[in-house]
């Protein structure tokens, strides 16, 4: 399970400082399915690091670079995450900074987590093809709403009233673009890769 964090709580924004003080953004992820490699050294303009952040005593420990060539025997295969430890990982892609993903068990995470929320279908599906999809595309204005309704999933009117619940609920901001809020709704919803 991914969540995307909408509000960053004390909690959070603690356990970030303490293993990336310089960090100073708001795109972060919470994650239960840890990366099974962690190698952290530039290929590409590409770069992720990570640190392990221990819940007990707020200790960190950075994970060195476990490069093939200069430390071939360091071990770098990860199968799971000790009781009350996170890993941290901070995602540089090409040189764009894609922010911190927060690694932790299930029992570790749950107290991050906000209580979950159960939307109506048509509002499932505005998210979904807002997620998927750009507004416009190939000279058709609304581009989401009008595949949506060639696909039988929804009615313009349908589409409409949904879309304006969502903006209400603040799942999408008020340009009708998906909020973190929004892609947590649809983030383990079984057909978020149908379209």
Same mark, same amino acid.
């Given at each position: 399970?991914?969540?995307?964090?909408? %509000?960053?709580?004390?909690?959070?924004? =603690?356990?970030? =400082?303490?293993?990336?003080?310089?960090?100073?953004?708001?795109?972060?992820?919470?994650?239960?399915?840890?990366?099974?490699?962690? @190698?952290? $050294? #530039?290929?590409? !303009?590409?770069?992720?690091?990570?640190?392990?952040?221990?819940?007990?005593?707020?200790?960190?420990?950075?994970?060195?670079?476990?490069?093939?060539?200069?430390?071939?025997?360091?071990?770098?295969?990860? @199968?799971?995450?000790?009781?009350?430890?996170?890993?941290?990982? %901070?995602?540089?892609?090409?040189?764009?900074?894609?922010?911190?993903?927060?690694?932790?068990?299930?029992?570790?995470?749950?107290?991050?987590?906000?209580?979950?929320?159960?939307?109506?279908?048509?509002?499932?599906?505005?998210?979904? $093809?807002?997620?998927?999809?750009?507004?416009?595309?190939?000279?058709?204005?609304?581009?989401?709403?009008?595949?949506?309704? @060639?696909?039988?999933?929804?009615?313009?009117?349908? #589409?409409?009233?949904? =879309?304006? =619940?969502?903006?209400?609920?603040?799942?999408?901001?008020?340009?009708?673009?998906?909020?973190?809020? !929004? @892609?947590?709704?649809?983030?383990?919803?079984?057909?978020?890769?149908?379209?």
């Amino acid at each position: 399970m991914n969540y995307h964090v909408e %509000h960053i709580t004390d909690d959070i924004r =603690k356990i970030v =400082k303490a293993c990336y003080p310089q960090y100073n953004g708001k795109t972060i992820q919470i994650s239960d399915t840890p990366p099974k490699t962690c @190698r952290s $050294y #530039w290929d590409g !303009g590409s770069k992720r690091y990570y640190v392990l952040y221990s819940l007990s005593d707020g200790r960190t420990m950075e994970v060195g670079t476990n490069h093939p060539f200069f430390e071939p025997d360091k071990p770098y295969e990860l @199968r799971e995450l000790p009781k009350d430890v996170l890993l941290v990982q %901070h995602n540089i892609f090409q040189g764009k900074d894609l922010g911190i993903t927060i690694f932790a068990n299930q029992e570790n995470m749950q107290h991050m987590l906000p209580d979950p929320m159960e939307l109506p279908d048509n509002e499932i599906i505005v998210l979904l $093809y807002t997620a998927h999809l750009k507004s416009s595309y190939a000279g058709q204005s609304n581009y989401r709403r009008y595949s949506a309704v @060639r696909d039988n999933k929804i009615t313009k009117e349908g #589409w409409d009233a949904a =879309k304006a =619940k969502l903006i209400e609920s603040k799942h999408l901001n008020k340009a009708g673009a998906i909020t973190a809020k !929004g @892609r947590n709704a649809i983030e383990n919803h079984p057909n978020r890769y149908l379209l």
